[in-house]
Structures are given as C-alpha cells and as structure tokens.
C-alpha cells in the first residue's frame, strides 16, 4: 500500500497521479500530489516504477504500516528498493 511521498525528493511532475491505475491520488498544480484515497491502492507498485526519482514509498503490506518514517525508510534502504531489486532501474556499472 501506497505509504508516502518524500516532499523534499518530490519535483511535482505529477507522473505518479498518471501511471496509478485506480486515481489514489489527487494532483495539485506546483505542489505535491496528494495520497487522497490510500484504501483504492492495490500495491500495483506503478507509481514508484514511474516516479523518476524515487520519492515514493510502496509498502509491500496491503494495510498501512505507520511505524516507519521517512527517515527510517531511507535509511533502511526501502525507498526505491522495489524498483532497484525488480531491476527497473539502471545497475551501477563496475568501474
Ligand atoms: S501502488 Fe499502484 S495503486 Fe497504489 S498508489 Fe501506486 S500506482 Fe496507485
Ligand atoms: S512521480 Fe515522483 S516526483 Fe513526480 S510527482 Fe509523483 S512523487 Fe513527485
């Protein structure tokens, strides 16, 4: 389930509001989409897949789990880890 959007990676492209298949969110000229109907998200994943700068957060759980902050997430490493390990984004290259 769709957890957050990170305001300070966020650059308001609004491709999040597009890809998501079931309108979870609402889109705001100039400003952070907002998640205005987190219980309509299926973990389709489609969003972080799209964002192109990893602002997004999709909890692999199908209920919210508000235990983690943002903070926390990154530090962990969960944020854009779907898309990392899925291998929708670009592997370092060795130099
Ligand atoms: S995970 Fe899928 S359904 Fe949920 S907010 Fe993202 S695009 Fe929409
Ligand atoms: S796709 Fe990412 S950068 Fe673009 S509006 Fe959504 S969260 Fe922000």
């Known amino acids: 389930m769709i957890e957050l959007i990170l305001e300070d ?28 109907r987190r219980d309509e998200c299926h973990t389709c994943f489609l969003c972080e897949v799209y964002c192109p700068v990893n602002a997004l957060y999709v909890s692999p759980y199908s209920v919210p789990d508000p235990a983690l902050s943002a903070t ?9 880890s779907y898309v990392r390990n899925s291998g929708w984004a670009p592997v370092p290259q060795r130099p």
Do not use: W, Y
Not at 9 to 33: M, Y
Not at 72 to 80: H, K, Q, V
């Open 9 to 36: 990676r966020c650059i308001r492209c609004d491709k999040c509001v597009k890809a998501c298949p079931n309108e979870v969110f609402d889109s705001l000229p100039g400003e952070l989409p907002v998640i205005a």
């Open 72 to 80: 926390e997430l990154a530090a962990r490493g969960f944020i854009g």
